[in-house]
């Protein structure tokens, strides 16, 4: 059985979740948007029910708790949290997928090791020790919305971005492709 077919219930149980949840609008109520150009938005991450709880490294070489397993995807639908010229808050809205999707070489990491290697060269150790990072860090990362009350990023703000408008493809019916759905299926 394919992995769409086997998580296509509960993918669309958290997307509709996601989108219900009026928590992460309240979250950013305090933060107003001045540029016209930006939309303010936070990727859906579907974790399957079947996912587990392990020990990873952070960015600062500790080790904290997080859900892993190996079907974890972040995927293109993100939330509006703000008001902007053509979006409202709540919206659904899709990006290309090839800018979420994926892991890359971490570039600090890889000139850290290059510096190792190199003779009469220090080696300054990066702050993000991350061998691997979500392609989406690395094509956003000047787009990456840390909230100004915490101290280091966590999780929520590796997925929350105020993205230029031109990289939202489209806005989603939500609703709409449910009603069709059901028909359908």
């Not at 992995?3 to 992460?24: A, R, W």
């Not at 808050?89 to 994926?102: C, K, N, S, T």
């Not at 990066?126 to 280091?152: L, S």
Request: charged letters at 30%; hydrophobic letters at 35%.
């Amino acid at each position: 059985m394919s992995k769409n077919k086997s998580y296509g219930e509960q993918l669309l149980k958290g997307i509709v979740d996601f989108k219900n949840d009026k928590s992460i609008e309240e979250e950013y109520s305090t933060i107003q948007i001045t540029s016209q150009e930006g939309v303010l938005v936070r990727f859906f991450k579907f974790i399957p029910k079947k996912a587990s709880e392990i020990l990873i490294p952070d960015m600062h070489g500790n080790h904290v708790k997080e859900i892993g397993f190996l079907d974890t995807v972040l995927t293109p639908i993100a939330k509006v949290l703000k008001d902007s010229e053509d979006h409202k808050a709540g919206d659904l809205v899709i990006v290309p997928f090839e800018r979420v999707q994926g892991e890359m070489n971490n570039p600090e990491w890889q000139l850290f090791e290059q510096a190792l290697q190199a003779k009469g060269v220090e080696a300054i150790e990066p702050e993000d020790k991350r061998r691997k990072i979500p392609i989406i860090e690395a094509m956003w990362r000047d787009y990456m919305f840390v909230r100004p009350w915490i101290y280091t990023p966590e999780d929520s703000d590796r997925i929350t971005y105020l993205l230029p408008k031109y990289e939202i493809k489209t806005k989603w019916d939500l609703e709409a492709f449910l009603k069709t759905s059901k028909k359908g299926g």
